[in-house]
């Protein structure tokens, strides 16, 4: 019934989960073998200065101990130091995520502008050739490895036509590449999803229904086939977004693209444990709220959630 | 047994013999999947063959021959320290196929028990299983990947092991839900009335209805996996050098691309040929595996 | 004799499968008179739900109209291009279909859903026609509290409610024909009573031809002016309810009825045999496996339809 309690509750739903990360975070970095100490000390320093770390880093006081001076920091937005910069993990992430957020939108637009219409059209006339298009699309999308085709992009672009940039992120044409490589990979899924969940769509009774009041078949396709298709397509487009940050990672390190894939990868290169440990943390948790970004866009499409939400917290 | 019941039974036991050469008519008739067996099997064969194989030494390295372009006599060029990237594609043909194989193999088998028990039990370990496969699922696969290589370390096995694991949370989801709506069902329901022990009735009646979406997952998760293993050695989180792993082989060759593509664009170019074959499998299998009627005519015009 | 609204001559509609080709209407023969109710009955997979598609011009591959004519008020519904039949369907020739609970579309309200016909046909905006029509229709199906009911998604309502929002959109535009294909097999025994006379009265109020299809032969005789029954794609009898009902012609019609007269005392009559198949049906005449009555040429011959004074059956035993 009300699209504000769905929120609350599934904003409250997400905390277990969230909660979950960050025990899971705290036990992969102690299991990590290496002593973080010795390391930031560095391999000549003598066996005083790894102590005196020990203790700055509190590494010494009991596990329970250790995991709530994490808790507390996290809570305090304190994601530790980075090991490499000296700097708060937390100001390197921020310094970059700007760049992610514009290369996971403008890839998520070319993807959905080509992808969707793709969908639509493969559904309806499966044999033409727009259709078989698609087809090859879609599993275009969900075979090639996106370093290899950034690589390739690169090659034709960059090298062979010298008109697109190839690494870095000054200019606006800096994005073209990156963008065009990220979305192929998620142009797969959208288009084979579109396609089934409109022919699931166009095949329903209430279609059938649509047709016999004599409604032309364009209102038939769209405010009968699409709009209830949409329902799944949003959520591949919220299950995507796993595949988005996965693919935005490798796609950055291929264009030196400056956001915080690019940062991860280097991090585990200079075994920068507060950092990996922060990117994952962020990268997770912006993932849960993503999610229940989508999962919100969902109940507002489609009324028959709302109404089970509701009832459920009613407890009837 | 009356006259009517004798012509049921017959009239079922023709269905099923139907409807297993229907979903082999099917599969046959889906081109896509054809060609992807033959890809597979291409690659396969390849591996396989491998030892006996006119090849050079994949390790031979010839800094003389360095970043050699494709000739006529070394078909697809050499690297940056002169090994033949032919033979390296070939030889590292067996190391992909594995790796997909057997992380596959892993996280299907952890993903099902898990996802059996969790649906047919439900309570407490139903709960608890969910929320972890939720912390589990928060991670797209890759980072996940990444994270369980960041903690186990680099290396073949590793790759298997974290790649196997990142798989696992999809398959319980996969398996609950299916289980759920098989257990609704009456003949599970008979079979609990007669007493029959609950492994016996997961085992008999609700593993076999699990198992065919299960295959065509575990089909497109084998396509998947390649190239998260491949991702992994691009980063140079995965196989070590100087195994020529097809991924590795990319992430060491990328800083050629502007004067020798060639090193990067064979090996990349055969994860894209098997991850393609797995998904046209994938598909050619989902779709003969769908209980649906196929139609005769493709275009009938009215 | 009043005229003839619809008339359906030879009408063959087959469905090309992998398995072979589905004759799901071979050959039918009928007519519906003006103002009357024509009840169609038979088992599942007898061709009476294909028959209904096809008058409205909804059958689409792997099927198709494969012979025969449809002529509604003169005009050979099989010929017309797709924009021609969009203005009749919906406005002229209407339908109701058996589940109100796939049949509507759960992401728009009711009324928007029934507003759409006098979009289409009658130029209206959806909500001034939310507004003005359909709540008067909401009134005529007796949906209680019709002004908010428009505004309510189907989910909202129960399932006689649903279903009288597909009436609605059925008898919208106040069509020449309606057909009713099972509307109420999908709902409880005690609604279907009230949606059964709703129907009724409706019909009669505004005085259009109806073909309501059911497989209970006690519905249609109810509901009926005239009853056609159909078996594997056949028309094998057709004549008044009260002539059909009480004085079977056809051994098919005959067994259907014997199958609901039973009491305790006897054993439960059923028809021997098993449904035929559509795509290998049985030689001569389809009813032969299954009749009491059946002789060496029922096996070979296709019987023909027979009109005897005023009933049309098609059976050997009917002389020929």
């Not at chain 3, 099989?78 to 406005?91: A, V, Y």
């Not at chain 3, 509507?104 to 209206?124: D, I, K």
């Not at chain 3, 005085?207 to 249609?220: V, Y």
Request: some cysteine.
């Amino acid at each position: 019934m009300s699209l504000y309690r769905y929120i609350i509750s599934r904003l409250i739903q997400a905390l277990p989960t969230l909660l979950g990360i960050i025990i899971l975070m705290f036990i992969l970095v102690r299991v990590l073998p290496g002593d973080p100490a010795r390391l930031i000390a560095g391999l000549e320093a003598s066996e005083e200065d790894v102590e005196r770390i020990r203790e700055l880093l509190g590494l010494n006081k009991p596990l329970y101990l250790q995991f709530i001076d994490y808790f507390t920091s996290l809570l305090r937005g304190d994601l530790g130091k980075s090991i490499k910069f000296g700097t708060p993990v937390i100001n390197e992430i921020m310094a970059r995520f700007p760049y992610t957020v514009q290369l996971a939108i403008v890839s998520e637009l070319f993807a959905v502008l080509i992808g969707i219409p793709l969908g639509i059209i493969s559904a309806i006339k499966p044999y033409s050739k727009t259709g078989y298009i698609s087809t090859v699309v879609s599993l275009i999308g969900s075979s090639m490895p996106i370093y290899w085709l950034g690589l390739m992009l690169i090659a034709l672009f960059s090298v062979q036509l010298k008109i697109l940039p190839s690494h870095g992120a000054e200019t606006p044409k800096h994005i073209i590449l990156p963008a065009l490589t990220l979305a192929t990979l998620l142009m797969g899924n959208i288009v084979r999803i579109t396609k089934a969940s409109m022919i699931e769509a166009m095949e329903s009774n209430h279609v059938i229904t649509a047709r016999s009041k004599g409604l032309s078949e364009r209102v038939v396709i769209l405010r009968h086939g699409l709009r209830n298709a949409m329902i799944p397509i949003v959520t591949i487009m919220g299950i995507q977004l796993g595949s988005l940050l996965g693919g935005a990672i490798l796609t950055e390190t291929v264009f030196a693209w400056p956001g915080i894939g690019l940062l991860l990868v280097d991090s585990i290169f200079y075994r920068d444990y507060p950092l990996i440990q922060g990117i994952i943390i962020f990268f997770a948790t912006i993932f849960i709220l993503l999610n229940i970004i989508v999962d919100i866009l969902y109940a507002y499409i489609d009324p028959r959630i709302r109404e089970t939400l509701w009832m459920k917290e009613q407890r009837l | 047994m009356d006259e009517r019941t004798k012509v049921i039974i017959e009239r079922l036991q023709e269905a099923r013999k139907t409807q297993m050469l229907l979903m082999w008519a099917r599969f046959k008739a889906n081109i896509g999947a054809l060609i992807g067996l033959i890809l597979l099997s291409g690659i396969i064969l390849m591996a396989i063959l491998e030892p006996i194989l006119p090849l050079e030494d994949p390790l031979a390295f010839n800094l003389g021959k360095s970043l050699e372009p494709p000739s006529l006599s070394c078909l697809f060029g050499r690297d940056e320290i002169g090994r033949d990237i032919l033979s390296r594609v070939v030889n590292g043909a067996k190391y992909s196929l594995g790796i997909a194989f057997l992380s596959v193999v892993l996280g299907s088998s952890i993903g099902l028990v898990l996802g059996l028990i969790s649906g047919y039990y439900g309570g407490w370990i139903d709960n608890i299983i969910q929320r972890v496969t939720d912390v589990l699922l928060s991670f797209p696969t890759l980072l996940l990947s990444i994270a369980l290589v960041s903690v186990l370390g680099v290396g073949l096995t590793n790759i298997i092991l974290s790649v196997g694991i990142s798989t696992i949370p999809v398959y319980i989801r996969l398996t609950r839900s299916l289980v759920l709506q098989v257990k609704s069902e009456e003949y599970v329901t008979a079979a609990q009335v007669i007493g029959k022990s609950s492994p016996y009735i997961i085992i008999r009646h609700i593993l076999p209805n699990v198992l065919s979406p299960v295959i065509v997952q575990s089909t497109y998760y084998m396509g998947l996996t390649i190239l998260i293993a491949a991702g992994l050695g691009f980063l140079g989180l995965g196989v070590q050098p100087p195994t020529p792993e097809w991924g590795a082989m990319i992430g060491a060759g990328r800083t050629y691309i502007f004067s020798s593509p060639h090193v990067v664009t064979f090996p990349g170019l055969f994860i894209f040929i098997t991850a393609l074959s797995f998904n046209l499998i994938g598909d050619g299998l989902r779709d003969a595996l769908d209980p649906r009627v196929r139609v005769l005519i493709k275009k009938v015009k009215i | 004799m009043s005229e003839k609204i619809l008339s359906i001559e030879n009408l063959k509609v087959y469905y090309y499968l992998h398995q072979g080709v589905v004759k799901a209407v071979d050959d039918v023969s009928l007519d519906v008179f003006k103002g009357e109710v024509l009840g169609i009955a038979g088992e599942s997979g007898s061709g009476k739900s294909t028959l209904a598609h096809a008058i409205l011009g909804l059958i689409k591959p792997p099927g198709i109209i494969v012979g025969g004519k449809i002529i509604f008020k003169g005009i050979d519904l099989t010929k017309l291009s797709q924009d021609e039949m969009r203005k009749i369907r919906g406005s002229k020739i209407a339908m109701v279909f058996q589940d109100p609970n796939t049949y509507l579309n759960p992401v728009y309200t009711s009324g928007f859903q029934v507003a759409e016909v006098f979009e289409a046909h009658n130029n209206m905006k959806i909500v001034d026609a939310i507004k003005s029509k359909v709540t008067e229709i909401f009134r005529l199906v007796r949906i209680p509290e019709p002004s908010k009911r428009v505004y309510a998604y189907p989910h909202e309502l129960s399932g006689g409610m649903r279903q009288r929002v597909l009436i609605s959109i059925g008898i919208a535009s106040r069509p020449d024909l309606l057909i009713a294909d099972e509307p109420t097999s999908s709902l409880d025994v005690t609604i279907q009573a009230e949606i059964l006379s709703l129907i009724k009265e409706i019909q009669s109020q505004i005085g259009m031809a109806m073909i309501f299809i059911s497989h209970d032969l006690g519905l249609l005789y109810e509901v009926s002016d005239r009853i056609a029954i159909m078996y594997a794609g056949k028309l094998v009898e057709v004549g008044k309810a009260h002539d059909v009902i009480m004085n079977p012609l056809h051994p098919y019609t005959k067994a259907l009825l014997e199958s609901v007269k039973y009491t305790r005392k006897s054993k439960l009559p059923v028809i021997e045999g098993a449904p035929p198949s559509l795509i290998n049906p049985p030689s001569g005449c389809r009813f032969h496996p299954r009749c009491k009555y059946a002789t060496d040429k029922c096996k070979i011959m296709e019987p023909k339809l027979k009109t005897i004074d005023n009933r049309v059956v098609c059976c050997h035993l009917y002389g020929d």
